[in-house]
C-alpha cells in the first residue's frame, strides 16, 4: 500500500489559488481514477477535479470555503503497490530507480502485506437503535370519569380520549368547529396555553423553534456577496419608477407567437424591452456606460452589450446578450434564451459572463410592484421588470380594463443625472406603449 498526495494543480492561466466549493469525498472513501473529487472555484470559473488515481482517500486539506495555492496539497490517497508522493515528485522517483542500493529500490520492491480491514464508521447517533418511547395515545392513563360540562361538549371520540389522558375537561375548551366543536388543534392549544390540569407538555406543533444553522458564505453566494457590496458601497444609486401599458404589445406579442415558424422561440416581453433598450440608447449615452471611477473615466459604450440577470439553483449569474443593437427580435429572443440557458446549466463560458453595459433583472411572475435593483458594477444603470396585470385605467374620461406592467430603475449619481435617467425611461415607455416604434 502506497501513498499518493495530489496537489492543486494549475487550472487556467493567471490563476494562483482556489476556494474549495465542495467536497465530493470524504476520509476513508474509495474513489476510482476520474471520480470527482472536490470544487474549486478561482476568479474565473468554477472548476470540478478529477481524481487521477483510484484508492482510499487518507487526508483532506481544507475545508469549504479555504483558500488553497496552486501547487499546494489537496489530498492523499492510499493506493496499492507503492505509489508515488505525487505528480511532481514522480522525475525524482524514477530518477532513485537508478542508484542501486537506494531507498527508492526498497520503495518499488516492498514486502507484500495484508490488506487492512476497513474501519468501520461510527454510528452517528441517527443510526443508533431508536429509543422505544410510547407516544402520548398510547399511555396507560387511569380513565377518569367526565364532568357534565365534558359531556355536553361536541367532539370526536378520539378527542375525548386524549382529554381523559390529558385529564383537561373539555368544557374549558373553546371549540372552532361547526357549532363550537372541539377539534385536536383546539385541545394542543389548550394544552400549550398551561391549561392541562396533569400539566401535559405541549405538542411540537407549539414548541419555541431555538435551532440556528450556520450557512458558510462561499463560492458563488461569497463573489455576489463581494460585488454587492462594491456595487451598494461605492456607487451612489437613485431609483425611479414608472408603469407602462402594455396592453398593445401584448396584443403584437401574441399575433407573433400564433404566426411564428416551428424554428422560433415563443417571445416574451423582454425580447421587445432589449429591441426597445437597443434602438433609443444613442439618445442616451450616459446610460449605456462604465465607470472607472479608479481613474475617474467613463467609458460610454456605442455597443448595447445586455446583461441579463438569471437565478439559478447555484445562485445569480448575469449572462450577456452582445450587440442587440444588430439583431430582430427572433434573435434577441434566441440569443437570450440561449445565454440564460448555458447560466442555468453551468456550461456558460467567461465570454458569455462578461462585458455588458446594461443590465435587466426579472422577477417574472413574482414581480411585485416595484423594487430597488443594485447596479452591476462597474455599469452605471440597471433596469427591473416587474409582472404584467390587467388593472382598471382612466382614458379619455372612461375607466378601461388595460395590461400594466412597473418598471423600476436605478442609476449612478455620479455620472447620470435624475433627469436623464428619468429621461430613459420615459423614452422606454413610449416606445414599449406604441410597439410599433421598436421596429421603424
Known sequence: MGNFVFKLPDIGEGVVEGEVVQWHVSLGDKVAEDDSIVDVMTDKATVT???????????????????????????EIDVEGSGAKSESEKETTESEKAEPGSKAEEILEPEPIPEPEPIPEPKSSIDREPVNEPEKQDLEVPS????????????????????????????????SGPAGRVRHADLDAFIAAGGAISGAAPTSYHEKRTEVTPVKVVGLRRKISEQMTISKSRIPHFSYFEEVDITEL???????????????????????????????????????????????????????????????????????????????????ASEMQRVSGSARSGSASLDELTGSTFTITSLGREGGLGATPIINHPEVSILGIHKAREMPVVVDGQILVRRIMNLSSAFDHRVVDGADGASLIQHLKRMLENPALIFM
Open 144 to 175: 377518569k370519569v367526565q364532568s357534565p360540562s365534558s359531556r355536553s361538549v361536541l367532539a370526536s371520540p378520539a378527542v375525548r380520549k386524549r382529554a381523559r389522558e390529558a385529564e383537561v375537561d373539555l368544557g374549558s375548551v373553546r371549540g
Open 49 to 75: 477535479i478529477p481524481s487521477p488515481v483510484a484508492g482510499v482517500v487518507s487526508s483532506l486539506s481544507g475545508d469549504v470555503g479555504d483558500m488553497i495555492a496552486v501547487g499546494s496539497t489537496l489530498l
Open 250 to 332: 401584448e396584443s403584437l406579442r401574441k399575433i407573433l407567437n400564433a404566426t411564428k415558424d416551428d424554428n422560433q422561440p415563443k417571445l416574451t416581453y423582454l425580447p421587445f424591452i432589449m429591441l426597445a433598450l437597443s434602438k433609443i440608447m444613442p439618445d442616451h449615452p450616459e446610460c449605456n456606460a462604465l465607470f472607472d471611477d479608479d481613474n475617474g473615466v467613463v467609458n460610454r459604450h456605442s455597443a448595447v452589450n445586455l446583461g441579463i440577470a438569471t437565478q439559478t439553483d447555484r445562485g445569480l449569474y448575469v449572462p450577456v446578450v452582445k450587440h442587440v443593437e444588430s439583431m430582430d427580435i427572433w434573435k434577441a
